[in-house]
């Protein structure tokens, strides 16, 4: 399961993302997840979510948890695109320890326009680059 996500982050625990039980708060594992896509989005598929282009906002999330993790441990967090429609996205997401999978997340973001907050289609730079980089 782990070699499919052709895009991977590192993810550097911090002190205060342990909650009192002791793990890193799931709260922790959407932050990861969530930047992940973003700075994806911004270096490798040229989104400028300043510029007043159309931008991808979260309309639905979820994380299925296998095991647990904690700090100061040094994680990483798989990228891959599920479903491409014409204006959102299916992100999959893995966040790995040493290779071992430990959680599995989803993201689905819709394209919208910066102003009116209406869909859009995926901008063509951005679908390409997905389709190049992130498609297994």
């Known amino acids: 399961m782990t070699g499919q996500y052709p895009h991977r982050a590192a993810f550097s625990t911090r002190w205060n993302d342990n909650d009192v039980y002791g793990h890193l708060n799931n709260t922790v594992y959407y932050e ?42 040094a994680l990483e967090v798989g990228l891959r695109a599920g479903r491409l429609g014409t204006s959102s996205v299916t992100w999959e997401l893995g966040i790995l320890r040493a290779g071992e999978l430990i959680a599995e997340g989803r993201f689905v973001h819709v394209f919208v326009d910066d102003a009116t907050r209406r869909p859009v289609p995926i901008p063509a730079q951005i679908r390409a680059a997905i389709e190049r980089d992130l498609i297994v």
């Open 32 to 73: 990861a997840m969530d930047t992940t896509i973003n700075v994806w989005l911004m270096t490798s598929a040229g989104l400028d979510p300043s510029a007043g282009e159309p931008i991808g906002v979260c309309v639905s999330s979820s994380c299925e948890f296998t095991a647990s993790a904690a700090f100061p441990e």
